[in-house]
């Protein structure tokens, strides 16, 4: 009776997903907390009616200070996603040229300068990557059948940079800024103040940046940014260079909330603990139990923040959450959503799996799973090929897969209950080996040492 019901409730909130999008006018997604600022405050009014009557061109940037971007640049994401769902066109930049540089925004220290090559690797990663998770929002979270979407138009500002030199555009570029306004900059305040202090170059880093929306504004009519709150001085730098530069024109920047954890860091890079959105550094598996752990008292405002689902279908789930909180269902529900987002319905079935199989011991949920594919989930695990032989015993093949430095040491953990096949523990080192009980069907065995250390045995049958 529960499986059925379990099922149908699934079912609803597809149906849900699917059925769900936005005004046109996605400042009133302030409803799920998800607009903190608008720039100029006093023209609020009128950024919201350009949104609601007629179709804008909405931009986000983001830096290619690593080959992948992280779960804090989901939220940028999901706004470029919700103004696409509202009929507005997305444009994803992504700074080949200003990723060189450097934003200063919330750093303590400047960022460790990237060579050319590694910038240049990183922009082909992220554009590929924001075309991917567009991809399977279209695919998993629209309805066909609704008014198609338009395409996310992903640019690199290296692009435009390359006409400019140095003095070109310091002539015709920095002369409309003024350094008052430019040194009154929380971010450059802070920096300032700090032991290390601030570069020129990182002083720098906002006239490129509202130099990229003059481009932008120029070439694709785009009058809206988006960024988190923590960038409102790189908006308000922009919105500043139109105002001398095309006079006539209303420019608006959008800023939405910092997603933090429990200690108030917000999640990214530069604090450490960093989640990555690329299946090569944080694994689907890794991605989901990420979102799954979710703490009680967070789980509403990322969904609220991070999800497509309707308001109604939110409160419903934490109704349900709060009389049982022990089925984890709002946590398992944002990690569905988010890992589908990211990684397709395939990354998370794999991660499904994986999770079933960790916390249940059931392993045939990995049965038609590749061995790369098993061996990414459990963070890369080491593989190792081995070719049975008549007789091979428990010991033989931890030693074969190198999982201990010595027979001795390999000896005195298994007899301790240290050491599983397959989510089984495993105390007798003279144990022979069966393949009906220690080789899944796909000719994989799965050991681990402790609680998180694990290996991977191909057997060549």
Not at 398 to 424: Q, V
Request: proline share 4%; aromatic share 10%.
């Amino acid at each position: 009776m529960l499986v059925i019901r379990a099922n149908v409730a699934s079912a609803a909130v597809f149906r849900s997903r699917r059925c769900y999008y936005s005004e046109r006018n996605f400042l009133k997604l302030k409803d799920r907390g998800f607009i903190q600022d608008v720039f100029p405050a006093e023209a609020a009014n009128k950024a919201s009616t350009m949104l609601g009557s007629s179709s804008q061109t909405v931009y986000a940037g983001f830096d290619p200070t690593a080959n992948s971007l992280h779960v804090g640049n989901l939220l940028v994401l999901v706004g470029l996603l919700h103004a696409q769902r509202s009929g507005h066109q997305p444009i994803a930049l992504v700074g080949g040229a200003t990723g060189l540089i450097g934003d200063p925004s919330g750093r303590k220290t400047e960022r460790i300068q990237l060579e050319t090559q590694t910038v240049h690797h990183n922009v082909a990663c992220l554009m590929e990557q924001i075309k991917t998770i567009f991809a399977n929002h279209e695919r998993y979270f629209w309805d066909a059948n609704s008014a198609a979407l338009k395409p996310v138009v992903v640019v690199n500002n290296a692009d435009w940079y390359q006409q400019y030199n140095f003095v070109d555009f310091m002539a015709n570029v920095g002369r409309h800024f003024r350094m008052g306004a430019m040194l009154s900059r929380l971010s450059v305040q802070t920096r300032l103040q700090s032991e290390s202090g601030m570069s020129f170059t990182e002083f720098s880093y906002q006239l490129f940046q509202a130099y990229d929306w003059l481009h932008l504004l120029r070439h694709h009519e785009c009058r809206f940014q988006l960024g988190g709150s923590d960038q409102m001085g790189n908006i308000m730098s922009g919105q500043e260079l139109i105002s001398r530069t095309e006079p006539k024109e209303a420019v608006f920047g959008l800023t939405l909330p910092l997603i933090t954890n429990e200690e108030g860091d917000k999640f990214g890079k530069s604090a450490g603990n960093a989640v990555w959105l690329s299946s090569q550094r944080t694994t689907p598996y890794a991605l989901y139990q990420f979102f799954k752990r979710t703490p009680d008292k967070a789980v509403e405002r990322l969904l609220r923040l991070l999800t497509f689902l309707p308001l109604p279908t939110i409160e419903q789930t934490m109704a349900r959450h709060q009389r049982a909180p022990e089925l984890w269902e709002a946590q398992t529900l944002l990690a569905n959503e988010l890992t589908r987002l990211v990684h397709g319905d395939e990354g998370l079935q794999k991660a499904k799996a994986i999770s079933q199989a960790l916390y249940s011991g059931d392993i045939s949920t990995l049965e038609h799973m590749t061995v790369e594919d098993i061996s990414q989930c459990f963070d890369g695990a080491p593989l190792c090929n081995v070719l049975p032989e008549p007789g091979m015993t428990v010991l033989d093949v931890a030693m074969r897969a190198k999982c201990f430095p010595t027979e001795k040491d390999a000896i005195r953990i298994i007899c301790s209950g240290g050491f599983s096949i397959n989510f089984k523990k495993v105390k007798n080192t003279a144990e022979v080996l069966i393949p009906s009980v220690h080789i899944i069907s796909n000719k994989i065995s799965i050991l681990r040492v402790g609680k998180r250390n694990y290996y991977i045995v191909r057997w060549l049958m």
